[in-house]
């Protein structure tokens, strides 16, 4: 059996950045740290940083006034900034910057009253985020689709300027065919200056294409509710290459390596490259015999943290 590995795979530079936020402010400020929600989806990320004292939580108000709160990768809603600032609670943001760019996109559709169209999966934090940075008249309002249906149901005047944005996670090949029914069924419609979707997103998706040609199975590394991971499974599965998501290398199965030659790796971009690394071990313990490192993108994007946070020798 052969590994062929996907490239590029796992940390993003949005995720490496909310991290290292994260780490930073555990050593200047010490524990507890509070973040709201996960910082990424990621279990292993997580439960690291809950045993260094990290404290992911929910509802702000239930965080002791003039704590340190961290925002997360996903970003938060406009009533979660109000809140953290009646608290008192120094808050660090580590929104990727990309999230940031869909939430000045909202909040300028929104002083400009012109409805809006969120392509995204309801209940997922960054969609709540976004939502929550438009302002909701009696005039114009911001909608969820997650499908071509919920754009057929929509009521919006048909002649009406109607904008759209996107969650930065999701299908490219999904998204598309949204955007198409919405332009359909609008006549006047202002897109993004660029997509929304990340460039992490698209080269991951476009990699784990590349899988499909020459495996047999594909594994995803990735926690179950990781958008980007979901959606690199969906990708692989479509093709019609068996694809199994693994938060960790205990999640193998040996059944699902039955006469297969080559095996597909690859990570969201919330799963860190360890997590990679001990799957490898367990495969080559089941009989992998090679490894291969795929040719593809090199991501060089990086993103500044807080300046606050930058450590002093």
């Not at 809140?83 to 940031?100: D, G, I, M, Y």
């Amino acid at each position: 059996m052969n590994i062929i590995l996907a490239n590029p795979r796992g940390f993003c530079a949005g995720v490496d950045r909310a991290i290292e936020i994260t780490n930073r402010a555990l050593d200047i400020f010490g524990a507890p740290i509070y973040v709201k929600h996960e910082i990424v989806h990621n279990k292993y990320v997580v439960d690291e940083l809950k045993e260094k004292g990290v404290i992911f939580i929910e509802d702000v108000n239930k965080i002791p006034e003039h704590s340190i709160l961290i925002y997360s990768a996903h970003g938060v809603s406009e009533q979660i900034i109000e809140q953290s600032e009646k608290r008192n609670l120094q808050v660090f943001n580590a929104t990727c910057p990309l999230v940031t760019k869909v939430h000045m996109e909202v909040a300028r559709l929104s002083k400009k009253r012109i409805n809006t169209i969120l392509i995204g999966h309801r209940g997922h934090p960054e969609v709540e985020g976004t939502i929550g940075r438009y302002v909701s008249k009696l005039d114009s309002k911001i909608v969820l689709v997650e499908n071509e249906d919920d754009v057929a149901n929509l009521k919006f005047n048909n002649d009406s300027e109607i904008a759209y944005v996107t969650q930065t996670t999701l299908s490219i090949d999904d998204t598309s065919a949204i955007i198409n029914a919405i332009k359909i069924k609008y006549n006047n419609v202002i897109e993004p200056t660029r997509g929304d979707i990340c460039y992490a997103t698209t080269n991951r998706q476009n990699a784990v294409k590349e899988l499909t040609e020459k495996c047999d199975v594909i594994f995803v590394v990735g926690s179950e509710n990781s958008s980007n991971s979901n959606r690199l499974k969906e990708i692989s599965t479509r093709a019609g290459v068996p694809s199994y998501l693994l938060d960790s290398a205990d999640d193998l199965d040996v059944k699902w390596l039955s006469n297969k030659k080559n095996i597909g790796l690859t990570a969201g971009a919330s799963a860190p490259e360890v997590l990679v690394q001990s799957i490898i071990s367990k495969l080559k313990g089941y009989g992998a015999l090679n490894v291969i490192d795929s040719i593809g993108v090199e991501e060089d994007i990086t993103f500044k943290i807080p300046k606050e946070l930058i450590l002093k020798n």
